[in-house]
């Protein structure tokens, strides 16, 4: 058997992708492949990546991150969920929260239960029904705990950080495990001429850098997965039709959230992500529907408190490359693809994809069966992510707006289609293996996006359990466990405390 194993990779681009690529193969390849990572400061990195969801703590678990250290190195604070403001309608408010709703009590599904309350007359919201948000509106935080016959076992929780500090981060990490960094603007990529594989890339200064595989994390532009491999791009903007953005930080004001909040706007909707330093702050809008100088006022008009820098545009189109390996190129984080961050969801599909890579390493820098599964596997993630984002925007009952009334009333995917008449009927959620938002987030956002079941689960009528008594006791038992935490404030000052920024 002949071993033609990959001896030295190449990472274009710096970053939040970047590093977190370099940080995982150094870390798992063990020394046996070269890894250098290539980068220029002329560019910069987008750096708004700064909300997560809970697998990032798999990530940094599988580097054997320390979780405090890890926090006061990136200004990070923690994350129970998202809160959803005027989405649904115009004055409505929801939770979407990391973990269950209550503890299961009977086979029924818990939320079969509160649809037989609330055609009862229950008016209780949901969002009770989650340890998550019981703790977060108070604004406490403690990690859950370990004894599943526990309430505080039910929820879960993410981060937020400083994207930029936690590339920084993990650069030390991934350099102490022998990862090469080099400085340097690219302003060539050579192929080979009979296979069309990439066998390198110039920089400005004349060097040359070489390399049996590339991964492509240089941003919206794909200076290798798209400029040198041309693989195509598939644009969903009929769906996500936002494409661009306002970000800035300010300073510290109101609550000191444990979650993320999301306010729709005009046009789009705004971002608010408390770290220890300051808030991040975002507009993300369709400049079809309002102008730049109009969304940065919106922004602007709408902070907690002072911001510390001027406003920073971006612009995107939603979508994903057609191939996202190609030849012995695989793209990772933007460009890859790109959907708006309403759900957090940026920095997982960097680490899905880094993930999937060391699954399917190839043995050679041409593994066509590697190749071809990355593809259908990380297109299968993309769409199903997809489709929930979609969710958010065409399950509204507003029509106040020209964006919003569009949203309303868009052609939408088959499978989502699928999705939502089976919720609509029955308040049956379907879902398949490779979906990364498991059943209590689509219960959430069809709940909180006003999606109204006709009817609930027949055997919650023919159970002969007392569901109101039981979701009563739910309620008293998460607030007695959720009064008990400490604040979010507490635990970071004792556990996590990052130092100051002058």
Known sequence: MQNKA???????????????????????????????????????????????????????????????????????????????????????????????????????QLHHYWLQARARGDITSLDDYSFAWVAGKAGKFHPPAQDRRMVQSTFDYAYHFDAVLYAGYLRRFAEKRGVKHTEGKIINVSHDPESGFISGVTLENGTSLEADFFIDCSGFRGLLIEGALETGYDDWTHWLPCNRAVAVPCKHGGDFTPYTRSTAREAGWQWRIPLQHRIGNGYVYCSEYISDDEATATLMANLDGEALTDPRPLQFTTGRRKKFWHKNCVAIGLSAGFMEPLESTSLHLIQAGITRLLALFPNSKADKLAEEEYNRLTGLEYEATRDFLILHYCATERKDTPLWNYCRHMEIPENLQYKIDHFREAGRIVASDFELFRNPSWLAVFIGQLVQPKSYDPLADMRGIDGARRLAGLRRVMQEAANQMPSHQDYINRYCKAPLIS
């Open 6 to 108: 990959v001896k030295k990779i190449l990472i274009v681009g710096g970053g939040s992708a970047g590093w977190m690529t370099a940080a995982s193969l150094a870390n798992s390849l063990g020394g046996n492949c070269a890894i250098e990572l290539v980068e220029s400061t002329e560019i910069g990195v987008v750096g708004v990546g700064e909300a997560t969801i809970p697998p990032i703590k798999l990530f940094n678990q599988k580097l054997g991150l320390d979780e405090n250290e890890f926090i006061k190195a990136t200004q990070g604070t923690f994350k129970l969920g998202i809160e959803f403001v005027n989405w649904g309608k115009q004055g409505h408010r929801y939770f979407h929260p990391f973990g269950d709703y209550g503890a299961p009590f009977d086979a029924v």
